[in-house]
Each structure stands twice: as C-alpha cells, then as structure tokens.
C-alpha cells in the first residue's frame, strides 16, 4: 500500500479492534517505531524540526498486520511527517520490519480533526481506559530542561483561522531547512555568559546623551565606570534631569528613515502671541472636505484601548490574523509563523529587517501572541531596546553595581523562553548595554530559548556592533520585510476598514488611490485611511474619489523636515500652552489632549519609535503613546476639532518644513 489515505480508511477499522487490542500489538509497535526512528534521526537530510518531531511528537499506539499506528498532538506535525518524512518512513519500515508495512496517524486532539475529518479516526470508546496509550502526555512546562520536554502543541484550528493557517503553511515552503543553518559556537563564550559586575563595564561616548555637556557628567563609581560614556551620563544624571538619553540615540537613528531630527534639548519656545491664550486652529481644508459641526454622522464604535500586557509586554492586538501577507512580507511571515510554532527549535535567532513602518513591531507581536496561545506556559517577553537599555542602566544605577539589581535585570531578560527584541539597531555603540545583550543571548541560545530580533537593517549593516554579536545574528534566519505593492496595499486598506468599525464604505476605487499615493510606509497608509474615514463621517459624507483627492491633496509631502521640537512647541502654540506642559506630568484634560496630539503627530511625521516619543515627552513609557495614538486616531473620526487640530497642525509643519529644506538648498 503506497498511498497513506488508504491507510487511514483501515485504521477506522483497527479502532474497532482497539478495546480487545492485546498487549503485544503495543509493545510490538513501541520495538518497530524504537527502531524506525533512530533510522529516521540517523538520515542527516532531516532538519532540527523533523528530528524533534521524530523524538518527541510521534508516539507508536499499535501494530497489527502491516499498518502501524502512530499517535501526534495535532495537525501541524501530521502535515509534517506526511509532506515530509512520508518517503523515508515508508522506507524505514519495510527495513525494520522486512515487509511492506505503511502507517497510519492520529491527532490526539480531536479538534484538530477540523480539516480533516476523512482522515480522523473517531476516538476508540476504550480511550479513556487505556490512558498510557490513548492520553496524550501530561502537558509539562516550557521551562522543563529540552530533553523532558513533551509536545505540547494544542491545536491552532482553536486560535487561529483556517485561511491564516493555510497562507502561513503555503509559504513555508520558502523557507530553508532549519538544519542548513548553521549555529553559534559558544564554547569561546562559556565562561563569559554570566558577566561579573565588578569587572570594569565600559560605555561607550555615544551612550551619553549629546545634550548632556561633559562637564554636567558627574565622576561615577566602578561598576558604573564599566559603561560607555553615553550610558555613564544617564547612570550619573539627576533623578530629577529629563529622560533624554536614550532619544537622542533614537532620533539620530531614525534619520534613516528620511527625518530630519534635532537632537539638542528642545528650548522652551518664545512667549508669542497665540500662547497667550487659547488659539482656535485655522481651517485649511477645501469646503467639500471640511469636518461639519452640525451633522451628526453615523460615529464608529470607540476603539478599545490597545492590551499591552504588563507582563509579556506584546500588544495583543497585533496578530497573524491582521497581518496580510503579500509577496514583499511572505517570507518573513512564513518565519514568524514557523518560530511560533516551533519555538527554539527551527530558526534560531530569526532576525526581522525593513524599513520603518513596514509591520517588524507587528510581527514580533503577533510571535509572542501566537506562541502563547499554543504554549500558555511559556515565558514570553517583547521588549524594545530602547528599554532594555535604560533597565540595564537603571540596574547599574539603583544598587551601584551591586550583584542584587544587575542579577534581577539578567534574570529578567535570561529566564525567558523567547525573547523579542525590537529595533535593536538603537544600541549601536552602546557598549555596556551591548555587552550585556551579548551575554543574554548567548544564555538564552545555549538553553534554545528563541530569540527573534527586529531591526531596520540587516545584520551585516549594523552600526557598532561587534562582529561577535552580528555574525550570530547571522546564523539564525534572517528575513527581510519591503515595501508592499500596489495589491497588498489595497488589501492591507481592506482589512483595516474592516477592523475600524467604521460603517463607511469604501470603494475599491478609492483604496486604490489612497494604495497609490502611500507606498513606502504602512503607518502612513493607515494614517491616509484615517484621515479619509475622519472626513467623511463627519461631513456625513459618501467616501467618493473626490473627498479622497481632496483630503490627501497635501497629506505627507516628502522630504519634509520635521522635529519633535517642531511638533510640540507649535502643538502648544495651537493649544495655549507652554512647551514644557506638553512633557511635563501635568494632566488637565488640555494638556493631556494636546499631549496626546503631539504624541500622535510624532509618530506619524518622525518615524521614531513609541519608546523614543514616549521619553521626548518627559520620559513616559511606549504603552502611553500607543494609547495616544490610538485614541487620536479614533477621535479624529469622531469629534471635529481633533481632526482639525491635527489637521492643521500637520499643514503648518509641512509648511514649516519646505520652508526649512528650500532654505537649505
Ligand atoms: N502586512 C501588514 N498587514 C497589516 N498591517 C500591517 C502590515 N504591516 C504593517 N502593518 C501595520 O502598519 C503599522 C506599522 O507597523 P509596525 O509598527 O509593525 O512597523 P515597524 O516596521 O515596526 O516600524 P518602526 O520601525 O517605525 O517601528 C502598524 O499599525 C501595523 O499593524
């Protein structure tokens, strides 16, 4: 028999058979599969993956006449041995048994049979007695040292759609063996991997905040004189001093992204006229386009605030589910998925890399999601390297070096199963903090934890990194994200209406415009689709091809000069206030809207990062410029004056910033 669908119509059959099953089919099956895999994990063309599975997910339930049965915990690893372990199975078989003997597989989790129900054998009414063979095995913690580990993989039909599924598996087969690649040698390492503090810890000068002038930088004690000059300035400045540093960092990074970012302290602006008081922000929009006071459009339904957890830290709105995979993203898609469902054990580190507003956040988000929803127990953790950066220094900072708080911050970070590191270029040059992320990776490697790193260059085009570190961000898979094309554009639009709640239809028509004019980045597509949405429902208008042109006339001109300088003295301007309320911890419902608007502006004018945005104003954490974002995003849709406020505000920026770039020229 050589076609494995045969082979389940029998085992339906043999199921029948099962409650009388005598011993020795079981042991005679345990003896043939003992042997059919070590066969199989001796084959050296099998990847980390295939071998894993062989070791821990196929448990042999019977053996009778020239069918064995083999039990797994779910689909995935039945597609898996079916698609491509089939062949050598078959082979291993007929040579350990000497006849032509074939297999057939049950999924454990009877959920699991949704795709298949031709397939699955219905549960023998034995099962429960006959626990030793029928129950899968107890489902043990993630943190159980690798080699006691048991498959644990619930069925994904239970989280995750279908169509998801189906895209994310077609697409694997872009991806290379797992076993191709090759691995870190650690042994240089060992001894290094849990860093003394009381050796000297250097840092490096661009680890000091350029605004912080040598002589502000107070002398520090050793450990604290282990770090880089710019980390030393944060570790020494005042409790009381702005939270810059790590901004500074961030926005010259993000000049990568075509800004143009100051990075001197912002100055107070100068008391002018409009500051004095309230200042009713000018209209700028066409007639047709312009938000109407007196009517009352169909309003969305509020968006809820993003989750982040306090924990993992993810965002759980980011998902597989809205993430549309197009041809300039599959491959990295594919990665995501594969490291989600088999975390540690296939691509090792996965290193996600694009340019900024292309879905890398979105990615390792929806990573850490998925791998919880399969894994509930496993210690999952998003951090942005903004803030594994200041966690370090605080660290060094709170107990001066003392064993306690650095061990608690390498605790932290090492006592994970997968750790996501988010744009992780911003520590370039930091050498304490690098030095401290080596030693958490290697740890973390060594015990095959997965490490899944965003960046927005590749490896080899990181700027102060060590060799040491960017050649083993090497070794894992590295998968690149670029710009969408006209058709994902469109879909991505698609989806993002659908999840808006919004009522308002949208022509395909429309979204191809919108699609052609916002092709580099998905954040300001987004943006374009808000702005569009805003308009229209507060004009109660029909979303036409016109109301589109119009809105987006002058949205986002490019090379446009924006500062966060810019944005928050002129936000305050609009609002009446001072450049310091804005980062200040006040909280009046004008300050905090204005803050909020800024906050909003930055993200979309800047390309700095959440963690960036969030210490400009007055070090608050990424969580409350996500919330920012959203909110605004959301009131924009519903309340004029916040469209309009933003509006404006973003027309005065651009023109300021053409101003700025003709004067250059
Ligand atoms: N393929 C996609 N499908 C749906 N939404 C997407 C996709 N790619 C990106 N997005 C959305 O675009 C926005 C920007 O994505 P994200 O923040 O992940 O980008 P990023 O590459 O991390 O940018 P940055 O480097 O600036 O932080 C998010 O709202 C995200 O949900």
Known sequence: MDNIEDAFCIVIHIELREMNMPDQTVSEAQRIW???????????????????????????????????????????????????????????????TGQDMTYAIRVMDPH?????????????????????????????AWNQPRSKRQPTLPDPANYISESTQKAAHEYRNLLPDPATLKHPDF???????????????TLSRNELSPDLSADRIEPV????????SSEQAQVSAPAHSIPVTPVTEAIVGSQAAGQRIQTQQPQQPQQTQQSQGAVKPTVTQANTTQPNTSTTATQPKAKHAPKIDPETQLNSEDSFENFVPGENSRFAYAAAFAVSESPGNSYNPL?????SGLGKTHLLNAIGNYTLQLYPDMRVRYVNSEVFMNEFIESVKTGSGSHSTVNQFNDKYRNVDMLLIDDIQFLGGKIGTLEAFFHTFNALEQANKQIVIASDVMPKELKGFEERLTSRFEMGLQADLQPPNQETRVAILRMKLANSKTEKQISDNVLALIAQQFTDNIRELEGALTRVLAVATLNNQEVT??????????????DVVVTPTDIITRTANFFGLKFDDLVSSRRSHRIALARQIAMYVCREMTGLSLTAIGSIFGGRDHTTVIHAYQKIANEMTQKMEVYQYVNDLTNQLKQKGKKTNDTEQ
Do not use: K
């Open 34 to 96: 003992s042997r059919v895999s070590d066969l199989l994990l001796a084959d050296p063309s099998f990847g980390q993956r295939e071998a894993s599975i062989i070791q821990h997910s196929v448990h042999p339930v019977m053996a009778m006449d020239s069918i064995i049965v083999l039990s797994v915990p779910n689909n995935y690893t039945r597609n898996i041995i079916q698609d491509t372990l089939h062949q050598a199975v078959l082979r291993a078989l007929n040579e350990v």
């Open 112 to 140: 699991s049979a949704s795709d298949d129900t031709s397939h699955q054998a219905p549960a023998p009414a034995s099962a429960t007695n006959r626990p030793d063979i029928y129950r899968p095995a107890p489902q043990p």
């Open 187 to 201: 042994s240089a390492v060992e001894d290094e991997v849990t860093p003394r503090v009381d050796q000297p810890v």
């Open 221 to 228: 004690a050793s450990p604290v004189s282990q770090l880089s």
């Open 351 to 355: 290193f996600i890399w694009g340019d």
């Open 545 to 558: 091809m016109e109301l589109a042109q119009q809105t987006l006339q002058d949205y986002f001109v490019q």
